[in-house]
């Protein structure tokens, strides 16, 4: 190697050594400071993805355990209000009992009667307020049906017009009028004579996106050309509102693009239809437009700049449109609660409701209905058809009382809802709305859960299971008794609450049995996902977490190596004065 100043090989060599031992040192410092081996990215990639997934599977099974603690209390909730309800059976077994003791009066058996009555109303009052959170444990509540109910909220009357909701086929097509001159548009509508058109009409489609344009009469179309290529634009009033001193503007314009008419019969001409969609409004518009012989083709811009301007309409009679609308139906007063409803119509306006209750007995109820309450499109009028049950309905055109009826009993002549059961025409289903089964995750991922099913334990006509109704059943008796009935009467009234309690007893043991072999079984699962949560913390802090006996051995090789280097580079720094010695 060549004896220089300038350039100081050694020094340069300690330098970056000395570099080297510092980045070492630090990285030392840093690991034993954060308790960490991985800082970030750079020190290990792919471990720190290998932690951070292991992070999120430990956040899982941690939550987890979180959830499944949640369910134990919420099954301690359920089982804390079934023991209560246990004892008040226990004690009306006792009051039974009791009851059939021939020594009593008349007087003594009623007294029995009513603590017995007050009993079986506190068994349905605890089980509505038995509630975790708000979720009804020990009590379903009502709603409608929508998979067997044709009469419920959202649904359209309608009588004359059928549309298959299934296959999306419409059926129903009005003719395309000239409002100005109230004459059908068919034949030739061009400016210039040189487009022919045969036929031209409006279908009438059910959109099942738009709730405003299910109605067919008193809509004013009008088509507008924007001289922008082939486009034509669709706008919509409708003078439904007008008894109230309204136009009902429908939303936005639509544009869509008529396509060029070509001739496609050698030279020979002829007739050629297009269908324009407006999805939006539930219109099609189909147009056959005929080609004159040796014409190659008509162009789709000529087409729209011959609609510009234009107005149309659509003739339809009260008897063909989506009429009436039910939009609420009240069931919160219920008399009888869940059960289906049954609708009969005399074909005069006169509406018949029909209940059939648990022992197979029908109730009916019977309404009027009054053409004034559909005199005008827009007018919302509610009903009260009885049971306590109240729809509302609202008329998108002027019909009478007994259309309306007529629809509601025999929905399906002019309608046919998707999944609907062709059996459940003008029924209204009332039915449990709320599932009686909760889910709880048990893992890391969304695919690990456990169902817990919550019970009704009701003894009135809301309740679910026969053991609790049938005791209900027997209780409503005995409370009609008087204290002037025989003994006889009271004693198998007695005899048959006893036999019924015995049932409702057993009942609720296997529902206590069943939440208690719940509330272990998610024992065992809490305690399996915190096993499972402390061997993924095991691997994850191998992989992440500093380990201190061999960084402490890194950290002193680190300092040991940078004194070493820092001497170096002293000692290299003086080696060019040895070439001064040469100069002297």
Same mark, same amino acid.
Do not use: C
């Given at each position: 190697?060549?004896?220089?100043?300038?350039?100081?090989?050694?020094?340069?060599?300690?330098?970056?050594?000395?570099?080297?031992?510092?980045?070492?040192?630090?990285?030392?410092?840093?690991?034993?400071?954060?308790?960490?081996?991985?800082?970030?990215?750079?020190?290990?990639?792919?471990?720190?993805?290998?932690?951070?997934?292991?992070?999120?599977?430990?956040?899982?099974?941690?939550?987890?355990?979180?959830?499944?603690?949640?369910?134990?209390?919420?099954?301690?909730?359920?089982?804390?209000?079934?023991?209560?309800?246990?004892?008040?059976?226990?004690?009306?077994?006792?009051?039974?009992?009791?009851?059939?003791?021939?020594?009593?009066?008349?007087?003594?058996?009623?007294?029995?009667?009513?603590?017995?009555?007050?009993?079986?109303?506190?068994?349905?009052?605890?089980?509505?307020?038995?509630?975790?959170?708000?979720?009804?444990?020990?009590?379903?509540?009502?709603?409608?049906?929508?998979?067997?109910?044709?009469?419920?909220?959202?649904?359209?009357?309608?009588?004359?017009?059928?549309?298959?909701? @299934?296959?999306?086929?419409?059926? /129903?097509? &009005?003719?395309? !009028?000239?409002? %100005?001159? +109230?004459?059908?548009?068919? =034949?030739?509508?061009?400016?210039?004579?040189?487009?022919?058109?045969?036929?031209?009409?409006?279908?009438?489609?059910?959109?099942?996106?738009?709730?405003?344009?299910?109605?067919?009469?008193?809509?004013?179309?009008?088509?507008?050309?924007?001289?922008?290529?082939?486009?034509?634009?669709?706008?919509?009033?409708?003078?439904?509102?007008?008894?109230?001193?309204?136009?009902?503007?429908?939303?936005?314009?639509?544009?869509?693009?008529?396509?060029?008419?070509?001739?496609?019969?050698?030279?020979?001409?002829?007739?050629?239809?297009?269908?324009?969609?407006?999805?939006?409004?539930?219109?099609?518009?189909?147009?056959?437009?005929?080609? @004159?012989?040796?014409?190659?083709? /008509?162009? &789709?811009?000529? !087409?729209?700049? %011959?609609? +510009?301007?234009?107005?149309? =309409?659509?003739?339809?009679?009260?008897?063909?449109?989506?009429?009436?609308?039910?939009?609420?139906?009240?069931?919160?007063?219920?008399?009888?609660?869940?059960?289906?409803?049954?609708?009969?119509?005399?074909?005069?306006?006169?509406?018949?409701?029909?209940?059939?209750?648990?022992?197979?007995?029908?109730?009916?109820?019977?309404?009027?209905?009054?053409?004034?309450?559909?005199?005008?499109?827009?007018?919302?009028?509610?009903?009260?058809?009885?049971?306590?049950?109240?729809?509302?309905?609202?008329?998108?055109?002027?019909?009478?009382?007994?259309?309306?009826?007529?629809?509601?009993?025999?929905?399906?002549?002019?309608?046919?809802?998707?999944?609907?059961?062709?059996?459940?025409? &003008?029924?209204?289903?009332?039915?449990?709305?709320?599932?009686?089964?909760?889910?709880?995750?048990?893992?890391?991922?969304?695919?690990?859960?456990?169902?817990?099913?919550?019970?009704?334990?009701?003894?009135?006509?809301?309740?679910?299971?026969?053991?609790?109704?049938?005791?209900?059943?027997?209780?409503?008796?005995?409370?009609?008794?008087?204290?002037?009935?025989?003994?006889?009467?009271?004693?198998?009234?007695?005899?048959?609450?006893?036999?019924?309690?015995?049932?409702?007893?057993?009942?609720?043991?296997?529902?206590?049995?069943?939440?208690?072999?719940?509330?272990?079984?998610?024992?065992?699962?809490?305690?399996?996902?915190?096993?499972?949560?402390?061997?993924?913390?095991?691997?994850?802090?191998?992989?992440?977490?500093?380990?201190?006996?061999?960084?402490?051995?890194?950290?002193?090789?680190?300092?040991?190596?940078?004194?070493?280097?820092?001497?170096?580079?002293?000692?290299?720094?003086?080696?060019?004065?040895?070439?001064?010695?040469?100069?002297?």
């Amino acid at each position: 190697m060549a004896t220089v100043i300038n350039t100081n090989l050694a020094s340069l060599y300690a330098q970056n050594n000395l570099t080297n031992a510092q980045g070492a040192l630090a990285q030392s410092v840093q690991r034993l400071s954060s308790g960490l081996r991985i800082n970030s990215a750079r020190d290990d990639a792919a471990g720190l993805s290998i932690a951070q997934n292991m992070q999120g599977q430990i956040n899982g099974l941690n939550q987890a355990v979180r959830n499944l603690n949640d369910a134990t209390n919420l099954l301690q909730t359920a089982d804390s209000s079934l023991s209560t309800i246990q004892d008040m059976l226990l004690r009306l077994k006792q009051l039974s009992v009791q009851g059939y003791d021939s020594s009593l009066s008349g007087t003594q058996r009623s007294n029995i009667k009513t603590e017995s009555v007050h009993l079986n109303s506190e068994i349905n009052k605890t089980a509505e307020r038995t509630k975790f959170n708000g979720i009804n444990l020990l009590a379903s509540q009502t709603g409608v049906d929508r998979k067997l109910s044709d009469v419920e909220a959202g649904v359209y009357l309608s009588s004359g017009v059928a549309y298959d909701w @299934a296959s999306g086929a419409a059926n /129903v097509t &009005g003719t395309l !009028i000239d409002l %100005d001159s +109230d004459t059908a548009l068919d =034949g030739d509508f061009s400016g210039d004579g040189t487009i022919t058109t045969s036929t031209a009409n409006i279908e009438i489609m059910y959109n099942k996106n738009s709730d405003e344009y299910r109605q067919m009469g008193g809509i004013t179309y009008t088509f507008t050309y924007g001289g922008d290529g082939n486009s034509i634009t669709l706008s919509a009033v409708s003078d439904w509102n007008v008894a109230n001193g309204e136009d009902k503007v429908f939303g936005a314009s639509q544009t869509v693009t008529v396509n060029d008419v070509e001739d496609d019969n050698g030279g020979a001409g002829g007739d050629v239809t297009q269908t324009l969609e407006f999805s939006n409004f539930g219109i099609k518009l189909h147009i056959t437009t005929t080609v @004159a012989a040796a014409q190659t083709k /008509v162009l &789709g811009s000529d !087409i729209a700049h %011959d609609l +510009d301007g234009m107005q149309i =309409g659509t003739e339809a009679d009260e008897d063909d449109g989506t009429n009436v609308k039910i939009t609420n139906i009240d069931i919160s007063k219920a008399q009888y609660g869940a059960g289906t409803y049954t609708f009969t119509s005399d074909g005069a306006g006169e509406l018949t409701t029909t209940y059939t209750d648990e022992w197979g007995t029908d109730q009916t109820s019977v309404v009027e209905f009054q053409d004034a309450w559909f005199d005008y499109a827009g007018k919302s009028t509610t009903v009260d058809i009885g049971f306590g049950l109240s729809i509302t309905l609202n008329p998108f055109q002027a019909t009478t009382a007994a259309n309306v009826v007529d629809w509601l009993a025999a929905l399906d002549n002019g309608f046919t809802w998707d999944g609907g059961n062709g059996d459940d025409t &003008g029924q209204l289903v009332i039915t449990g709305s709320g599932s009686n089964a909760l889910e709880f995750q048990s893992g890391a991922t969304s695919s690990s859960y456990i169902t817990i099913d919550t019970a009704n334990v009701r003894t009135d006509s809301s309740g679910s299971s026969s053991e609790m109704t049938t005791l209900g059943t027997g209780i409503d008796y005995l409370a009609g008794l008087q204290a002037t009935d025989s003994t006889a009467t009271w004693q198998s009234a007695f005899k048959s609450v006893e036999a019924s309690i015995d049932a409702a007893l057993d009942y609720i043991s296997e529902q206590r049995a069943e939440i208690g072999s719940q509330m272990n079984r998610l024992g065992y699962i809490i305690a399996n996902l915190g096993t499972q949560s402390v061997n993924t913390q095991n691997s994850r802090s191998a992989i992440i977490d500093t380990d201190f006996a061999a960084e402490t051995a890194k950290l002193t090789k680190g300092q040991i190596m940078q004194q070493a280097a820092t001497a170096m580079l002293a000692q290299a720094n003086q080696m060019p004065n040895v070439i001064l010695s040469l100069l002297k």
